[in-house]
């Protein structure tokens, strides 16, 4: 579901500036976009790392494994890229949701109790909604407790009334 999220937003770009392209071309698009990254929307940002290669660990650039500079350094530089709310939705949610898929993506250096809280917002962002951090911790804190993915939700969901 996450990598459709990015997907969908790559797919959207080619047809609207290319049409069809064969692999090689849309590796040759994406080479192009990661190199003015700060002109591109954020998916289309992800999918063309996802079609390059890491010359370092040979992994999809800027998901290789923690402690690959070459990839640390691009998945730095993503963020680079532009974010725009998508319309009828509460500011700052697109960047809230960019957050979670990079981490659901790239879970390095986060405890397995964070990566499924981030993974269990991403619907509740997709829907539009944008938890406050007091109304996160709180939903988290269950999670902690041993509370189960349903809790957390529907625990969001009373807050956001
Ligand atoms: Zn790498």
């Known amino acids: 579901m996450v990598d459709g999220l990015v997907e969908e937003g790559w797919r959207a770009f080619l047809a ?9 071309e849309e590796r040759e698009v994406a080479a192009m976009v990661i190199d003015e990254l700060d002109r591109h929307l954020w ?15 040979g992994g999809r650039l800027s998901r290789g494994p923690g402690g690959c500079a070459t990839c640390d350094r691009a998945h730095g530089y993503r963020y680079a890229a532009v974010e725009v709310d998508r319309p009828g939705v509460v500011p700052g949610n697109e960047h809230a949701l960019r957050v979670n898929v990079s981490v659901v993506r790239r879970p390095y250096g986060i405890s397995e109790k964070e990566l499924l809280a981030r993974r269990l917002a991403l619907p509740i962002l997709l829907e539009g909604h944008l938890p406050t ?29």
């Open 16 to 24: 609207r500036e290319f049409g069809e392209l064969s692999a090689e």
């Open 43 to 57: 998916r289309v940002v992800d999918a063309a790392y996802d079609r390059l290669a890491c010359e370092e660990c």
């Open 133 to 161: 951090t007091a109304q996160a911790q709180a939903a988290r804190a269950i999670l902690a407790r041993g509370g189960s993915g349903e809790e957390y939700a529907a625990h969001i969901y009373r807050d956001l009334g």
